[in-house]
Nanobody, 116 residues
Framework: QVMLVESGGGLAQPGGSLRLACAAS????????MDWYRQAPGKLRELVAR???????NYQDSVKGRFTISRDNAKDTVYLQIESLKPDDTAVYYC??????????WGQGTQVTVSS
C-alpha cells in the first residue's frame, strides 16, 4: 500500500522556521521525483519545490532563498525546510511523488499557519 505521510506543520510566527517531512512507503522512493505543493484558502494548489530522483532541485520563484527541499533515500523521506516564514506561507502543504506521466501519489497534507 502506497503511503505519503507529512509531518512538521503547525503554528509558527512570522520570521520563524519550520521543517516539514514526508515519509514514503509502498513504492521505490529513490526512483521518484518528489514535490511539495501548497494550497492556501481559496486558492489553487501550487508547486513550490521539486527534487528529482537525481537530486536536482527547482523552486517556485516566490520561495527561492527561503525554502530548501532535500531527500534521504535511505529513510524514504523528503523534507522541506522553510525559513523566514511569512503569513502568505499559510497553507496546507502536500507531498507528491511522481514517476513518469501516469504514476503519482499524494499525501494527506499538513497545515502550516503563520501568525503572530
Amino acid at each position: 500500500q502506497v503511503m505519503l505521510v507529512e509531518s512538521g506543520g503547525g503554528l509558527a510566527q512570522p520570521g520563524g522556521s519550520l521543517r516539514l517531512a514526508c515519509a514514503a512507503s509502498g513504492f521505490t522512493f529513490s526512483s521518484y521525483d518528489m514535490d511539495w505543493y501548497r494550497q492556501a484558502p481559496g486558492k489553487l494548489r501550487e508547486l513550490v519545490a521539486r527534487i528529482t530522483s537525481a537530486g536536482i532541485t527547482n523552486y517556485q520563484d516566490s520561495v527561492k532563498g527561503r525554502f530548501t527541499i532535500s531527500r534521504d533515500n535511505a529513510k524514504d523521506t523528503v523534507y522541506l525546510q522553510i525559513e523566514s516564514l511569512k503569513p502568505d506561507d499559510t497553507a496546507v502543504y502536500y507531498c507528491h511523488a511522481q514517476r513518469g506521466p501516469f504514476r503519482y501519489y499524494w499525501g494527506q497534507g499538513t497545515q502550516v499557519t503563520v501568525s503572530s
